[in-house]
């Protein structure tokens, strides 16, 4: 069992949930993620692990309520605890070791770049992140990502930092140059965008993939995505791939392949039960 030590609301649907994992905090690697089972009848929801204290032997995971079971993870009372937490899970993130770097996030993509973000800064690199939301009350862990190194909001309405996606704002910084790699997590068309607009500079560009997860352990099969022709598993072979080799078009069909019984599960308000973690989302 692992008790929910606090809980905040990070956006209108995004709530942050610090819980009790001491084995978990105490190894843990930027990109890994868990899943998380609310009690035994419970979907299980893989999500990113946002940041970790080995100290307090917890770690952070950031939801987005989207259907029946994120909504019943971030309904859980501060002091109830989590019946499972699987992990970690996936390939650490392989981390720039010197140089520049850009961390781009999109919404709720923003706090699985954080820990990123936080290994580079830690290990010397110089770290820029742009973070996109669709209004002010959107952006998340801006705060937090600026004591890793410079910060870029990009609001699409305007409301909040510059207006646009954080495509144009990439798209610059890429123009400057000097950029040794790309981190994006996001939305599918944002990371499918991200890996267009640094294609041309020859930029590597890393993106962590949100598919559907059931085990988490290569047994399922329900996380495959399509890399340089070949099948990955997300959760074993990722969840980040090369930007520039994925395809796309695999795995935005695939993240349709439950929605009707999603639909089904989540009641008459359509909204999907899936977790956004994916890649952990
Ligand atoms: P959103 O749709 O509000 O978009 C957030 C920002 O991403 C936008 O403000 C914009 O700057 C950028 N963006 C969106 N679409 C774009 C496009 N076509 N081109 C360029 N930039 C674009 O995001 P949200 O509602 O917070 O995110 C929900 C989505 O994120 C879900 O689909 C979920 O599955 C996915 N997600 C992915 C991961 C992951 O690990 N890749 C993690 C969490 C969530
Ligand atoms: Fe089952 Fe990856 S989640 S193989």
Redesign the pocket.
């Known amino acids: 069992m692992h008790p929910l030590r606090s809980k905040s609301q990070l956006?209108p649907n995004?709530t942050k949930l610090i819980v009790e994992a001491p084995r978990i905090a105490a190894v843990r690697r930027p990109g890994q993620f868990v899943i998380v089972r609310l009690d035994t009848e419970a979907e299980r929801i893989p999500l990113?692990i946002a940041d970790s204290d080995p100290e307090t032997g917890t770690i952070t995971l950031v939801v987005?309520a989207?259907g029946r079971s994120t909504r019943d993870l971030v309904a859980l009372e501060v002091g109830h605890a989590v019946r499972d937490i699987a992990g970690p899970l996936g390939r650490p993130t392989e981390l720039l070791e010197a140089g520049n770097a850009v961390c781009v996030g999109?919404?709720?993509?923003t706090?699985?770049v954080h820990p990123i973000a936080k290994a580079l800064a830690a290990a010397g690199v110089t770290v820029t992140s742009v973070i996109?939301?669709?209004s002010r009350e959107?952006v998340i862990y801006e705060r937090e990502l600026r004591a890793a190194g410079d910060v870029v909001v990009?609001?699409?309405d305007g409301s909040y930092g510059r207006k646009?996606?954080?495509?144009e704002a990439l798209g610059e910084l890429c123009e400057a140059g000097g950029i040794d790699v790309v981190y994006a997590?996001?939305?599918?068309?944002?990371?499918?965008?991200?890996a267009e607009v640094t294609r041309p500079y020859g930029v590597h560009t890393i993106?962590?993939?949100?598919s559907i997860m059931v085990d988490g352990t290569g047994m399922c099969g329900g996380c495959r995505v399509s890399v340089d022709g070949a099948s990955e598993y997300a959760c074993i072979d990722g969840?980040e791939f090369d930007g520039h080799k994925v395809d796309f078009d695999v795995l935005a069909d695939r993240?349709t392949t439950y929605r009707d019984f999603e639909r089904g599960a989540a009641g008459a308000d359509g909204d999907s039960c899936r977790s956004?973690?994916?890649?952990?989302?």
Do not use: E
């Not at 997590?185 to 991200?194: F, K, L, S």
């Open positions: 956006s995004v990113t987005q989207v999109g919404g709720v993509g706090a699985v996109g939301g669709r959107w990009c609001t699409d646009g996606f954080v495509t997590v996001g939305p599918v068309p944002m990371m499918r965008a991200c993106v962590s993939l949100n969840p993240l956004l973690a994916g890649a952990p989302r």
